[in-house]
């Protein structure tokens, strides 16, 4: 099983809450340790759902730093609406 840059960025959310199969989250721990795009992907995906957890309230534009992309923003926002 492989898993391409953009399969493993869906997965992400999924992935940091531990809730994918064993065998797709070793698949993405092996693509991430060897992509460092994903790496970094993963960091800043990080880095927003902290920010998302420590405030209960939308985002406030100015609350969240310039190093996180949008669009990462907007996918999580996404994401948690699902909920
Ligand atoms: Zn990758």
């Known amino acids: 099983m492989k898993l391409t840059c953009k399969e493993l960025y869906e997965f992400m959310g999924d992935y940091l809450?531990?809730?994918l199969p064993d065998?797709?989250?070793c698949v993405m721990k092996t693509h991430?340790?060897?992509c460092p795009c994903c790496e970094h992907y993963l960091e800043n995906y990080r880095t927003a759902l902290r920010l998302g957890v420590s405030c209960c309230k939308e985002y406030a534009e100015d609350e969240?730093?310039?190093s996180v992309?949008?669009?990462l923003i907007q996918a999580i926002l996404e994401a948690r609406k699902k909920k």
């Open 23 to 25: 065998d797709v989250m």
């Open 69 to 71: 992309p949008e669009p």
């Open 32 to 34: 991430l340790s060897r």
């Open 17 to 19: 809450e531990g809730n």
């Open 64 to 66: 969240v730093p310039a």
